[in-house]
């Protein structure tokens, strides 16, 4: 076996939690050795559980630990463009949860301090490391599809997530449409250069009342030339969908969801499977793994880390293109954004 390498998590909430256990559990190459947060119990019990020697409340007994080579942050949005300046500082790598932060200046500051420290800096866009994506992406990069000409992406929440949690979400296209947008650049391997917006309230009226939307279509025009369609709910009854489908002069791929279990019911009426996953923590648990795994080896083997902090900043310029496209009913460039 190399060398492990010494981590500190901030922020053991639902996916902190998650990462932690990954770390403890099933990346031989990570060494777990402190977790902090502000509720300090959640970071004492995620210790006591995990077997990890250090429990802290203050995030800088973790950015002060001579002892720790990497940092995870998990911490609420708001947090973590300081958190990132602060590793950096400190000459920590870093592995950062998305967003980097909604605001496009804090975004540069915090990029900026990685270059100047010359540390690596992972952004937590999960779906990349999803098998099938992947598969997706490795097709659309052989150019066995031949030319890109059209993405589809379909990708509907179970149920909304609270009202006290959309009043701060910062809009469906920055908190649930980013991961899409990531998604977007990532399968066609092109940028994207315009963004058009139809969307509305269609599953609750309260998220109107928000001053949000939860239902939308939200169309692509690429560099490349290829064109592209998002489609979002925040509802669908039938659990978490998250399609994809690259359609090129050479062929098409499609990606279907992914169900608990693959059993096909047929009787003398009909032909049934059970529903697909409902959450997304279960959906897509091999890609928070592979992601981190893929991390703690870029910090190993000295390599560049497989989703970078530009990578962190465009979806949230596209977030911001999206929300103005919807707002003046127009197709809206990125180049207006930053
Ligand atoms: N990649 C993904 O699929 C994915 C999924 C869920 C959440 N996220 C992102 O992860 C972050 C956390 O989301 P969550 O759903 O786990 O939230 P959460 O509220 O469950 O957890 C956040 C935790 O951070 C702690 N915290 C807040 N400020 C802190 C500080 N200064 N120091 C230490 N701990 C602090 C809170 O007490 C809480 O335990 C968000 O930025 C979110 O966007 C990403």
Do not use: W
């Amino acid at each position: 076996m190399t060398r492990q390498v010494n981590v500190g998590l901030v922020g053991v909430g639902r996916i902190g939690r998650l990462h932690a256990e990954h770390l403890a559990y099933r990346i031989p190459q990570a060494r777990l050795l402190a977790v902090s947060d502000v509720v300090v119990e959640a970071a004492q019990k995620a210790a006591a559980d995990l077997g990890v020697p250090i429990a802290t409340r203050d995030h800088r007994a973790i950015m002060d630990n001579q002892d720790i080579e990497a940092v995870v942050i998990c911490s609420s949005t708001d947090t973590h463009s300081l958190m990132i300046e602060e590793a950096a500082a400190a000459g920590k790598h870093i592995f950062c949860e998305k967003p980097i932060d909604f605001d496009l200046a804090r975004i540069d500051r915090a990029l900026a301090a990685v270059d100047k420290a010359g540390v690596k800096l992972q952004i937590g866009f999960n779906r990349r490391f999803d098998p099938n994506f992947r598969r997706v992406r490795e097709l659309v990069a052989s150019g066995k599809l031949g030319q890109p000409h059209i993405l589809r992406i379909t990708s509907r929440d179970p149920q909304p997530p609270p009202i006290a949690y959309v009043k701060v979400s910062g809009g469906i296209f920055l908190d649930m449409t980013i991961h899409d947008f990531d998604m977007a650049r990532y399968l066609i391997g092109s940028e994207v250069e315009e963004i058009y917006v139809a969307a509305g309230v269609m599953v609750d009226p309260e998220i109107g009342k928000a001053g949000d939307v939860d239902t939308a279509v939200i169309t692509l025009r690429f560099e490349n030339g290829a064109i592209g369609t998002i489609d979002n709910s925040r509802r669908a009854v039938y659990g978490y969908d998250q399609r994809v489908e690259v359609f090129g002069s050479g062929g098409a791929v499609s990606v279907d969801n992914n169900y608990p279990n693959t059993a096909v019911v047929s009787d003398g009426q009909r032909i049934q499977r059970d529903l697909p996953f409902n959450f997304f923590l279960d959906r897509y648990v091999e890609s928070y793994i592979v992601e981190m795994k893929e991390f703690i080896e870029c910090v190993v083997k000295g390599t560049p880390p497989p989703v970078t902090g530009i990578d962190g900043r465009i979806p949230v310029v596209m977030g911001y293109a999206a929300g103005k496209s919807y707002a003046e009913h127009r197709p809206v460039r990125l180049s207006e954004i930053a």
